[in-house]
């Protein structure tokens, strides 16, 4: 009931960033939290403003690993 979908936001080279994702049993206590279609993400202080104005989405890859997600900044 508390589990979710949890966001992070790594640096690497040269300057970008990388959001990871895991899945975490609760949020963290400084994590924003919220829900899309019935999933809970949960972003930490890095991941949060990188998303801000993205929809949380799936995309079908086919192979081993079926779906991914993916945040769609809407145009």
């Known amino acids: ?3 979710g979908r949890r966001v992070t936001c790594e640096l690497v080279q ?3 960033v990388q959001l990871a994702g895991s899945i975490a049993a609760r949020p963290e206590p400084s994590d924003e939290v919220g829900e899309q ?3 809970r993400v949960f972003l930490d202080a890095q991941a949060a403003p990188v ?3 993205a929809t949380l989405d799936t995309v079908e ?3 081993e690993r079926a779906v991914r997600f993916a945040f769609v900044k809407s145009s």
Request: net charge negative.
């Open 1 to 3: 009931k508390d589990a």
């Open 14 to 16: 040269d300057g970008k």
């Open 37 to 39: 279609s019935g999933c």
């Open 51 to 53: 998303v801000d104005g």
């Open 61 to 63: 890859t086919g192979g």
